[in-house]
């Protein structure tokens, strides 16, 4: 059985497909082509009052108003879910240097403490090592 999301879906893709078949006719309309139009309108008529009787069952669906921004740009709405990982994985590269360079600025900052006040860092590291980290 097929999902709500994947039922709006099927029906968007529907609406999405009668509306393009629709722009061919209309953009070179015969009048032999009357009786098709005429179907195909209430083919999209049909497909609107099914969208509607489906929205009750779509409510808790949370879009992001940035993927709104990328259909009024023309841009496909999937690209953003694509843009947001790049982003993600640009950020964590990100971050990860910067642990990394805090990890050997410790590492050095110890090594020259050890060497500058061994009897302080002593006492310090028996300090930490009573508390867990």
Do not use: W
């Not at 179907?39 to 669906?61: A, F, M, P, R, Y």
């Amino acid at each position: 059985m097929a999902s709500s999301l994947e039922n709006l879906e099927s029906q968007l893709e529907l609406f999405a497909e009668n509306v393009r078949q629709i722009h061919i006719i209309v953009s070179d309309f015969q009048p032999q082509s009357q009786n098709v139009l005429n179907q195909k309108l209430q083919s999209l008529v049909h497909g609107l009052q099914e969208v509607d009787k489906l929205k009750t069952q779509v409510q808790e669906v949370h879009v992001p108003l940035e993927v709104f921004d990328y259909i009024d740009q023309g841009r496909n709405p999937q690209l953003y879910t694509k843009d947001c990982i790049e982003k993600a994985l640009a950020k964590n590269e990100q971050v990860k240097g910067k642990i990394d360079a805090y990890r050997k600025f410790k590492a050095n900052m110890l090594l020259e403490l050890s060497r500058t006040f061994p009897n302080e860092l002593n006492k310090y590291r028996a300090l930490r090592s009573n508390i867990p980290e």
